[in-house]
């Protein structure tokens, strides 16, 4: 099993930078698809970005290409979200999550078995 912990949340203005990270504990990390989710007030959560667990391009939503980096350390089990040109659109909770998908399937919510708690990311304007 898989157990993941977000942190790095928090206040942020509009333009600035953000690192958030998702620790996970268990078996195999560096064999699953590791991807971020957000989901704000009254919506569904959405695909952010995902990597796989072979080596490959990352996936990233339309609406973050270009700002967020995704990457992800095996040796520390760690993945990170570099947030960076931060709008307020950006503010929602953050959850990571890890399953045995492969890289086409990362947008998928449906492709992870593993979820974190999530973490606050507010954006103001």
């Known amino acids: 099993q898989v157990q993941l912990e977000e942190s790095g949340g928090g206040l942020v203005q509009t333009g600035g930078s953000l690192r958030l990270s998702c620790a996970a504990s268990g078996r195999t990390f560096s064999g699953y698809s590791m991807g971020w989710f957000r989901q704000a007030p009254g919506k569904e959560r959405e695909f952010v970005s995902g990597?796989?667990?072979?080596?490959?391009?990352?996936r990233y939503a339309d609406s973050v290409k270009g700002r967020f980096t995704i990457s992800r350390d095996n040796d520390k089990n760690t993945l990170y979200l570099q947030m960076n040109s931060a709008k307020p659109e950006d503010t929602a909770v953050y959850y990571c999550?890890?399953?045995?998908?492969?890289?086409?399937?990362?947008?998928?919510?449906?492709?992870?078995?593993?979820w974190g708690q999530g973490t606050q990311v507010t954006v103001s304007s």
């Open positions: 990597i796989g667990w072979r080596i490959g391009t990352p």
């Open positions: 999550g890890a399953g045995r998908s492969s890289w086409s399937q990362l947008q998928l919510s449906s492709a992870y078995d593993y």
